[in-house]
């Protein structure tokens, strides 16, 4: 080593160590935000769907509720929630909440409480008739284990009111 680099000798060590410093606080908060701060999120679908299969004389309608785990992790689904958040409601801090029990009986039904793996979905089906979309709500979601509550899309929501009125209107003409 030339003489001339022996004063860069300590700068150069105090450099290494500071990137090194920097890099294994960096680790330490990413393995803290991991364990504490990284929760699975979940992709949640909504509406009135059309299913067909052979064995159906015709094809059966049912509001269908569809959630995905998109990860980091396993989580637990365990409640269906209502929600009525419209606007003049959230300003006046009126909302409605109300939990959902759905069709267990039903063989498209599915069963909650349920684990979701990473990449896992389940889909919860429920009948037209006597339906809680006319009764004005406008969000549908699930609890999780980590007791966040998912919520679906207004916009979803406000399809498939729409297609309840016109379910609805087609079975009176």
């Known amino acids: 080593m030339p003489k001339e680099w022996l004063p860069f000798v300590p700068v150069a060590a105090l450099v290494i160590s500071l990137i090194a410093l920097f890099?294994?606080?960096?680790?330490l908060g990413?393995?803290?935000f991991k364990e504490i701060g990284?929760?699975?999120?979940?992709?949640?679908r909504f509406g009135l769907k059309s299913?067909?299969?052979?064995?159906?004389?015709?094809?059966?309608?049912?509001?269908?509720?569809?959630?995905?785990?998109?990860?980091?992790g396993k989580v637990k689904i365990q409640m269906l929630q209502l929600r009525d958040a419209r606007l003049w409601?959230?300003?006046?801090?009126?909302?409605?909440?109300?939990?959902l029990i759905h069709d267990y009986k039903h063989p498209l039904g599915g069963r909650l409480p349920y684990d979701l793996e990473v990449g896992e979905g389940m889909d919860l089906t429920f009948p037209?008739?006597?339906s809680f979309v006319a009764e004005g709500y406008t969000h549908?979601?699930?609890?999780?284990?980590?007791?966040?509550?998912?919520w679906c899309k207004r916009s979803e929501m406000r399809e498939a009111h729409r297609a309840l009125l016109k379910h609805i209107k087609g079975k009176i003409d």
């Open 89 to 99: 409601r959230r300003l006046l801090r009126r909302c409605r909440y109300a939990a």
């Open 51 to 72: 299913i067909h299969h052979e064995t159906f004389e015709t094809h059966l309608s049912r509001f269908v509720f569809s959630v995905t785990n998109l990860g980091p």
């Open 140 to 150: 549908i979601g699930i609890s999780d284990s980590f007791g966040r509550v998912h």
């Open 30 to 32: 990413w393995n803290i």
């Open 38 to 44: 990284l929760r699975a999120r979940l992709r949640i």
């Open 128 to 130: 037209i008739e006597n």
């Open 23 to 27: 890099l294994s606080g960096a680790n």
